[in-house]
């Protein structure tokens, strides 16, 4: 029972590298996103996912990409990173027919844009 | 724009003193949740309150909330040097798009 789990948990990258963050959960959660965790300002939601083939952009959608294909993974896309987007970046996921959407979380994955 | 901000931005503790923590937001809730993060760890879901409930329970934890000020506090009975942690809000105004706010840090001093 994994939950949600994201890879890579440390990534340094270069101005202008493109990257994917992984994350899949073997719960069957309909529901998944991605927020990035900034010093002193809280989580803020990147895009999410409402079932397989829907996505929609969150608060701060632009430079990434994603996609979702399968109810299991819902991948990250830096397309050209910059340093702006060195963050702790957090995938999650809930089971929205609970009436709430009440998340459960990855551990993470910390990267660096030099 | 983050929807919840808490208040204060830390609090240091002694060990069996309670902790309490405040957290305001601007527009309408379906619920509002609480969660905590451990150093280098994703967060964990606490306790959820409903926009008709005004006070729940779980545990050590004591969630009120007032829809007409638009403010939850969480208080934390008896404190424990496992409870230093950052607590967040969360608004869920059943738009899929759960809302955090800075977080409380927590110290519990032994």
């Known amino acids: 029972n994994a939950g949600v789990t994201q890879t890579p948990k440390f990534q340094v990258l270069k101005t202008g590298q493109s990257m994917t963050l992984q994350c899949a959960q073997d719960?069957?959660?309909?529901?998944m996103s991605w927020y990035r965790q900034d010093p002193g300002m809280g989580l803020r939601l990147i895009h999410y996912s409402v079932g397989a083939g829907i996505t929609d952009q969150g608060e701060v959608p632009n430079g990434y990409n994603v996609s979702r294909s399968t109810t299991e993974d819902f991948p990250l896309r830096l397309l050209s990173a910059a340093p702006s987007q060195t963050s702790v970046y957090f995938c999650?996921?809930?089971?929205w027919g609970s009436g709430a959407n009440v998340l459960t979380f990855g551990a993470g994955s910390r990267l660096t844009v030099l | 724009s983050q929807q919840g901000e808490e208040d204060p931005q830390a609090l240091s503790i002694q060990e069996g003193e309670n902790a309490t923590m405040n957290c305001s937001y601007k527009?309408?809730?379906?619920?509002l949740q609480w969660y905590r993060q451990n150093s280098g760890r994703g967060l964990v879901h606490l306790i959820l309150i409903r926009s008709n409930e005004r006070e729940k329970h779980s545990g050590r934890l004591r969630v009120t909330l007032d829809t007409s000020k638009k403010s939850s506090s969480l208080l934390i009975t008896a404190s424990r040097a496992a409870d230093t942690a950052s607590y967040f809000c969360?608004?869920?105004?059943?738009?899929?798009?759960?809302?955090f706010g800075a977080g409380t840090t927590v110290t519990v001093r032994a």
């Open positions: 969360a608004t869920d105004a059943g738009d899929y798009k759960l809302s």
């Open positions: 999650a996921s809930s089971y």
């Open positions: 719960m069957n959660h309909e529901y």
């Open positions: 527009t309408s809730i379906n619920n």
